[in-house]
């Protein structure tokens, strides 16, 4: 949204980019941020060899984990208890699904939601630094 919003020469797209940025950092009905040793309620479990293994309890400062997932599959059993008709409220339907932002677990089993890439982390970092740099946008 940043680039597009130079491309297009549209700042309004800037407002949509810091909405983003804001569910991240916690924004959001679970209350906690998507990036480790941040805010009051941030993630323990993220997918992460060194974190586990380091001997610290507290994982590496940092690392982005990908947060709520819309689907996750069916892949191990940890991602098949944490959807469907396990979520309370459970929807009336396939069109109207548990909401989204509720469905992050802290858990490294959660592939889908615990992992984190570099290249990923890397785009999340050029954000906050575009905003931090660009006090009027």
């Known amino acids: 949204l940043i680039l597009d919003s130079y491309l297009l020469n549209d700042p309004s797209l800037l407002d949509y980019a810091k909405i983003n940025l804001d569910i991240q950092l916690g924004n959001n009905p679970q209350y906690t941020t998507y990036?480790?040793?941040?805010g009051d309620v941030s993630p323990m479990h993220p997918l992460s060899?060194?974190?586990t293994l380091d001997g610290v309890t507290d994982p590496i400062p940092g690392i982005q984990v990908?947060?709520?997932m819309h689907h996750m599959s069916n892949s191990n059993d940890?991602?098949?208890a944490a959807q469907g008709s396990n979520l309370y409220p459970a929807g009336n339907d396939d069109s109207?699904?548990?909401p989204i932002l509720r469905r992050y677990y802290d858990v490294?089993?959660?592939v889908?939601?615990?992992e984190f890439a570099i290249g990923d982390s890397s785009q999340g970092v050029a954000a906050y630094a575009?905003?931090?740099n660009n006090a009027q946008a």
């Open 96 to 98: 109207d699904p548990y």
């Open 66 to 68: 990908y947060g709520p």
């Open 108 to 110: 490294k089993e959660l």
């Open 130 to 132: 575009f905003f931090s």
């Open 112 to 114: 889908e939601q615990s």
């Open 78 to 80: 940890w991602a098949t």
């Open 49 to 51: 060899t060194t974190s």
């Open 35 to 38: 990036i480790t040793g941040v």
